[in-house]
C-alpha cells in the first residue's frame, strides 16, 4: 500500500494524558497537513510541513498540541495534558509541490475519557 | 478569508433519483475546488475536482462544474445508488495564499434508499 498510513487507528486515553500520532506520507509527497475533524463538521486545517518546516500553524493548534517533521519523511502530532474537549478525528494528508490535490490517510480516532 | 459553504443535510433519496449537492465559496486568488468523499467507517477520498473556471471534474457518474461567476461547485448526479450513501465534502485549495492547504466544507450527508 502505498497510500498515507496513520498510527494508531483509535487511541482511547485518560484526562490529562499525553498522546502521540504518527503520520507516514506518500514517499515522494513534500508537503504534509495535520487536520482535525469533529462529529457532524468537515476537517478543520491545523498545520502544514513543507518537508522538514513547520510554515503554518492554525489558531486552533494550541500550546498543548505539538508537530514535528524530523527528516521530511513521516510526521507526529502530540497531544499534552489531553482534555476531553481534544476528542476527535484527526487526519494526515499530502502532496507534492505543484499538486493540486491532497491524498488522506485513514486517520486516528482519538476518545479522551 | 476562504471559505466554503454547501447545503446542509442530511439528504435521503431513493435509489436512481437525482442529486444536487450546492457548493459555494469565498477564496482570494484562483482556488482549484474538490469534491470528496467520506464512506462509513473510512477516510476521505477526492471524489472530483477542476483546477479553473468553466472545469468540469467527473468520476463514478458525478460532475461538477467550476463556475468562477457565480463561485459555485454544485455537485450532480443523475442516478444514485444505495452504495453511494457517504459524507461528501466540498473543498477548495488556493495556491496563491494557502500552501495548497484544503480548506472543507461541513459535509452533507446522503443515504440513499432502495
Known amino acids: ?113 | 478569508g476562504n471559505s466554503v459553504t454547501q447545503m446542509e443535510g442530511p439528504v435521503t433519496l431513493s435509489e436512481e433519483a437525482f442529486l444536487t449537492i450546492n457548493c459555494t465559496y469565498t477564496a482570494t486568488g484562483y482556488p482549484s475546488l474538490f469534491w470528496y468523499v467520506q464512506y462509513p467507517g473510512e477516510g476521505l477520498q477526492l471524489l472530483l475536482k477542476a483546477t479553473k473556471a468553466d472545469d468540469k471534474g467527473s468520476n463514478k457518474g458525478f460532475e461538477a462544474t467550476y463556475r468562477k461567476e457565480t463561485t459555485s461547485f454544485h455537485l450532480e448526479k443523475g442516478s444514485v445508488q444505495v452504495s453511494d450513501s457517504a459524507v461528501y465534502f466540498c473543498a477548495l485549495s488556493d495556491r496563491e495564499t494557502s500552501y495548497d492547504k484544503v480548506i472543507f466544507g461541513p459535509g452533507t450527508s446522503l443515504s440513499v434508499i432502495p
Request: charged share 25%.
Open chain 1, 1 to 113: 500500500d502505498t497510500g498515507v498510513s496513520q498510527d494508531p487507528r483509535h487511541k482511547i486515553t485518560k484526562r490529562g494524558q499525553n498522546v502521540t500520532f504518527r503520520c507516514d506520507p506518500i514517499s515522494e509527497h513534500n508537503r504534509l497537513y495535520w487536520y482535525r475533524q469533529t462529529l457532524g463538521q468537515g476537517p478543520e486545517f491545523l498545520t502544514y510541513f513543507q518537508n522538514e518546516a513547520q510554515l503554518e500553524k492554525s489558531r486552533l493548534l494550541s500550546d498543548r498540541f505539538s508537530a514535528e517533521r524530523p527528516k521530511g519523511s513521516f510526521s507526529t502530532l502530540e497531544i499534552q495534558r489531553t482534555e476531553q474537549g481534544d476528542s476527535a478525528m484527526y487526519l494526515c494528508a499530502s502532496n507534492r509541490r505543484g499538486a493540486t490535490e491532497a491524498f488522506f490517510g485513514q486517520g486516528t480516532r482519538l476518545t479522551v475519557v
